[in-house]
């Protein structure tokens, strides 16, 4: 399975065209996980009805925005 992890911040004009890119793949083995970072705008309406698929994941935070991260390999 490919997890495909899909940032937002405010991006309610252009998140169902990412959304539908992924869907439109001709892999159909994978999750979606969109990570919300604190949007103000209709990004949560727009993204609601593709909450159907059951690969599609949402989660909301309050807006912590760029954040430096320690990678472990």
């Avoid at 991006?11 to 103000?40: K, Q």
């Avoid at 909450?51 to 991260?69: A, F, M, T, V």
Wanted: aromatic content about 6%; charged content about 20%; proline content about 3%.
């Amino acid at each position: 399975m490919i997890s495909i992890i899909v940032p937002s911040y405010n991006s309610a004009d252009l998140i169902s065209t990412s959304l539908d890119s992924i869907l439109m793949s001709t892999v159909n083995n994978f999750e979606i996980i969109i990570v919300d970072d604190g949007s103000t705008d209709n990004t949560r309406n727009v993204i609601k009805p593709y909450l159907e698929d059951n690969r599609i994941k949402y989660l909301y935070q309050s807006n912590k925005g760029l954040q430096e991260q320690e990678i472990l390999a």
